[in-house]
């Protein structure tokens, strides 16, 4: 949310100023999606700790969608105005909300402490001088007659209650991961108390958590997982990339590997078991069945519209490969691969099959990962197929994952 856009309404109460956003402007106001249907309304504002000054941060809300309460990130605010939040184009996430350790509702864990000063009757949040965009808790507001009333409004700055809010050691562990890279978090939080960070797992959303496991060795990151709860384990290993997640699970002890598994989508099962059966120092122990595919009838526009559709990692995404139906792994017979620059050159009603290079080797899933490297040196690539027995196209390694597993056998 910018300045801009969460300032549309310039008609604000006698306590209000224009660089304050006060809570009670955004509780119980409409939902909208992008075209400005109703979607449900807000009910409550989810706030974590900053990193500093003793602040809370406006994460998101808690909206009330089909009768059910879900969360919206705060990211996903086009605008705010009088009627309420309009929310940008995209998929929303109905999960029911869940509220995590460390996380506060405006109306439940704030509104409802009794401080000297009085009753809080309202919060100001007012945007972070950082190039972070976060609103940070600003003002409050007292009223010695209770939070409707409002009787003898008195407003302070929030640093006069900030610490009665932000004390809790976990709290400020979440605080601090959120303002790092994922690979600093990941290294800060290897330093934090085992038992501290058993609850601090637990309190992460699962792509974070994901993200940060993604960075750590699979033996620390199957002591992490060992500690979340089934559904917990399950939602953060759907987060993963497919690859890392395989890693993951074969580090797992046989037993907690099958529980996960058999709590699973069956579908999303089988495509797993299919990739556990490699070994790890080989080319199917490093690929990922992740990779853009297009049939030879496929045109130029087509493999385009593909490449905006996507958030798979830029070693992939350079280069396209070309399959017969079905394209999802294993394919059809695979049949070459392009890259984007290729494409670049063509016109779009160019058939794919037209531009395929012929020329790129592939490999086979029981290629040691010394051979790996030599072959995506050799030819300076940054992606390679992996074909089985069949001619079909399995999945795909990138330079990242030579990098990644060649690190790690050099520690």
């Known amino acids: ?146 939070r409707l009333r409002k009787k003898n409004l008195e407003v302070l700055n929030w640093s006069i209650i900030g610490s009665a809010f932000t004390s809790d050691q976990v709290s400020g562990d979440l605080a601090r991961l959120s303002e790092l890279h994922k690979a600093d978090a990941a290294e800060a939080i290897q330093a934090i108390p085992e038992n501290r960070r058993t609850e601090l797992a637990a309190a992460l959303e699962a792509s974070r958590l994901a993200d940060l496991l993604e960075e750590l060795p699979e033996s620390e990151q199957a002591i992490i997982l060992n500690q979340l709860d089934t559904a917990d384990a399950i939602e953060v290993l759907g987060e993963m990339e497919i690859d890392d997640e395989i890693d993951l699970l074969k580090e797992l002890e046989p037993s907690q590997r099958e529980m996960l598994l058999s709590e699973m989508d069956p579908e999303i099962v089988l495509q797993i078991r299919s990739l556990l059966k490699y070994n790890e120092d080989t080319a199917g122990g490093m690929m990922t069945p992740e990779a853009i595919v297009l049939t030879p009838e496929s045109t130029v526009a087509d493999a385009i519209a593909r490449l905006r559709d996507t958030d798979l990692p830029p070693a992939i995404s350079v280069r396209l490969f070309v399959a017969e139906s079905p394209i999802q792994a294993p394919t059809g017979k695979y049949l ?51 074909v089985d027995s069949m001619k079909r196209l399995v999945g795909v390694v990138t330079v990242d994952d030579v990098i990644i597993r060649l690190t790690e056998g050099a520690e």
């Open 1 to 146: 949310m910018t300045s801009k856009e969460l300032q549309k309404d310039n008609e604000l109460d006698s306590v209000q100023d224009e660089q304050t956003l006060w809570g009670s402007r955004l509780i119980k106001r409409s939902l909208f999606d992008a075209d400005g249907s109703t979607l449900g309304s807000i009910q409550d504002i989810l706030l974590v700790p900053a990193s500093s000054e003793n602040k809370l941060y406006l994460r998101g809300f808690v909206a009330s969608v089909d009768r059910r309460l879900i969360f919206v990130h705060e990211a996903r605010v086009d605008a705010v105005d009088r009627d309420g939040l309009h929310l940008r184009g995209g998929t929303l996430d109905l999960r029911i909300f869940k509220k995590r350790h460390g996380e506060m509702l405006l109306s439940e864990d704030i509104y409802a402490v009794r401080l000297n000063n009085g009753n809080i009757s309202d919060v100001g949040f007012s945007e972070s001088a950082l190039a972070d965009s976060k609103w940070l808790t600003s003002k409050v507001a007292f009223s010695a007659g209770g």
């Open 336 to 386: 070459g691969s392009v890259t984007l620059a290729r494409l670049l050159r063509e016109p779009p009603t160019c058939v794919v099959g037209d531009c395929i290079d012929h020329g790129v080797p592939t490999l086979e899933p029981n290629t040691s990962e010394k051979d790996v490297a030599g072959i995506l040196a050799r030819y300076d690539l940054l992606a390679v197929a992996v």
